[in-house]
């Protein structure tokens, strides 16, 4: 949890029910809220001018998305999505901004979080621009797995579909399919009942 959903509400937070496929925000809106999820599954998406979504971020229970926009005070750069039915808690953007400056300990964990988010970024935005299928994938299942390394003791689970997986790393679902079945035989990783295990 980033924030302690009580210390929001306190700030004057307010709660919102979303429905599985409810747009929160959109691509382009003013970013006028702090989003924390207090249960539920947010995508953050892209869509190209034919429609195809591109998932640049999944987000669960106790964490904040739109971060960014918010602390700047520009536009959303993409679309949040509901994926499953949600609970998100909202702060008003300069009700957010002051309870920063009145909490150090707030304010480092969110500076934390984002330099953590530009640190994925960064590597799998090189896997995207420089690197062929199978290295996106590998660069995309080693980020994931550092991220969730405190849940993990043996192999760790892929949380997505293939589909999803082809969204994040801008790539077709058949090429990585492909490129999963290649990454298996090399003994890169497993696939145990249709999951993949890293």
Do not use: W
Not at 162 to 170: D, K, L, P, S, T
Request: contains cysteine; positive net charge.
């Amino acid at each position: 949890m980033l924030i302690d959903p009580q210390v929001l509400k306190d700030a004057g937070a307010v709660s919102r029910k979303h429905e599985k496929g409810q747009r929160i925000f959109m691509e382009g809106s003013e970013s006028f809220y702090y989003y924390q999820i207090l249960s539920g599954e947010v995508n953050i998406v892209s869509a190209n001018d034919e429609g195809t979504e591109f998932i640049q971020g999944k987000f669960s229970d106790g964490q904040c998305f739109g971060l960014a926009a918010v602390m700047l005070g520009e536009p959303f750069p993409s679309s949040a999505v509901a994926i499953t039915d949600t609970v998100v808690i909202q702060l008003l953007r300069a009700s957010f901004l002051e309870l920063l400056k009145k909490n150090t300990d707030i304010i480092n964990e969110v500076c934390l979080l984002l330099a953590r988010k530009l640190y994925k970024n960064a590597l799998i935005g090189r896997g995207i621009a420089i690197d062929g299928p199978e290295k996106r994938i590998l660069t995309l299942l080693e980020v994931l797995k550092r991220e969730k390394e405190h849940l993990y003791t043996g192999k760790f689970k892929l949380p997505f579909s293939r589909q999803e997986v082809a969204g994040m790393i801008g790539l077709r679902v058949e090429t990585v399919i492909r490129a999963i079945k290649k990454l298996e035989q090399k003994g890169c990783l497993e696939i145990i009942r249709g999951k993949v295990y890293y």
